[in-house]
């Protein structure tokens, strides 16, 4: 028997395990799944739970009450890719909004990183639990817009597994793009003086106001299309054009690549994933940079106080 440094398989499982335990332990401390248990805080967790049915289910309501006659509309006029293009301009926006506060709370002023960071794991794996959070919290929030979105399209439309198939693999991917758009939107805070417990409070309250305000402009747009199917139906005969230029590539061709068929579902998919595979690797130079500068910064603060 051979003893000596650990093999590279060994040492992978080891810096996998280490992953998966800092992931679940983040999405239990940022989500308050840790505190289940406890007695306290029990009447502020049930209104919490309250408040979160009871927006969701006016979300999905209101979503489909405006969405289904537009899939219609768009069924009929031959263009279904219209409908997919407000699918996907939906599940963007809550996307952006979650990836730019949680890049701001998880990495730029994250509080628990003096605490990882003397944990007996490499820092690596700390980095990449902080990705996997912010992007599982994005893709959260995309799913709950694009599967209903996907679900009504596909009843509609008579689409099977394989437009399923699509649109599971378009809504893993398109979190990433946003997630770029927040951290380059976001880097240039933690650079401002001062301005850690600022954007620090401001990231922790600003995600929980999502879907509350995007509840307020779809009841806005219920109230305003009235009798519903018949006036979103003239609104998408007329000015359907308006609706297309307000999806710009890539995502138009994520739209695309769920609608389309053929070669043309092909091609958008193949740029699709491009694009994706660029934005990955700007969002991760930036959220390593932002990540390193974040433990340099702690650990030189946490040193300056043992030494007063």
């Known amino acids: 028997m051979c003893y000596g440094s650990p093999t590279l398989g060994g040492r992978q499982v080891r810096l996998m395990r280490d992953f998966l335990t800092l992931y679940f332990a983040v999405i239990c401390g940022r989500m308050g799944l840790d ?11 049930a209104v919490t739970a309250v408040l979160i049915v009871v927006f ?10 405006l969405f289904i006659p537009l899939v219609r509309a768009s069924h009929d006029m031959e263009y279904p890719a219209l409908a997919m293009d407000v699918a996907v301009m939906f599940s963007v926006i809550p996307c952006f909004w979650f990836g730019f506060f949680g890049i701001l709370r998880n990495v730029c002023f994250a509080g628990d ?24 919290c994005c893709l959260l929030s995309c799913a709950a817009v694009f599967v209903p979105a996907l679900a009504a399209y596909s009843l509609i439309s008579g689409g099977g597994i394989y437009l399923w198939l699509r649109g599971i693999g378009v809504m893993l991917a398109l979190p990433v793009i946003p ?5 380059v939107l976001g880097a240039p805070l933690a650079f401002l003086p001062g301005s850690g417990r600022f954007f620090s409070a401001a990231s922790k309250n600003g995600a ?10 779809l009841g ?8 519903g199917a018949e006036k979103i139906i003239s609104f998408v005969a007329s000015d359907w ?21 053929g070669m043309s579902s092909v091609i958008t998919a193949l740029l699709l994933a491009a694009s994706v595979l660029i934005c990955w690797v700007v969002l991760l130079w930036i959220l390593r940079a932002l990540f ?17």
Request: aromatic share 12%; with cysteine; hydrophobic share 55%.
């Open 220 to 227: 806005i747009l219920c109230v305003v299309s009235g009798s």
């Open 35 to 45: 505190g289940v248990s406890n007695g306290g805080g029990r009447f502020k967790k």
């Open 56 to 65: 969701g289910a006016f979300f999905f309501a209101s979503f489909l009450w």
């Open 241 to 261: 054009a308006l609706l297309k230029s307000l999806s710009i590539p890539p995502f138009s061709w994520a739209a695309i690549s769920v609608s389309g068929g």
């Open 208 to 217: 929980k106001l999502v879907i509350p305000v995007i509840d307020v402009v």
């Open 113 to 136: 990183i003096v605490l990882l960071a003397y944990l007996p794991v490499r820092r690596i794996c700390i980095f990449r639990s902080k990705v996997a959070f912010v992007y599982t």
């Open 292 to 308: 390193v500068r974040r433990v340099s910064t702690a650990l030189s603060t946490v040193a300056d106080r043992a030494m007063r």
């Open 179 to 183: 997630m770029t758009a927040g951290a």
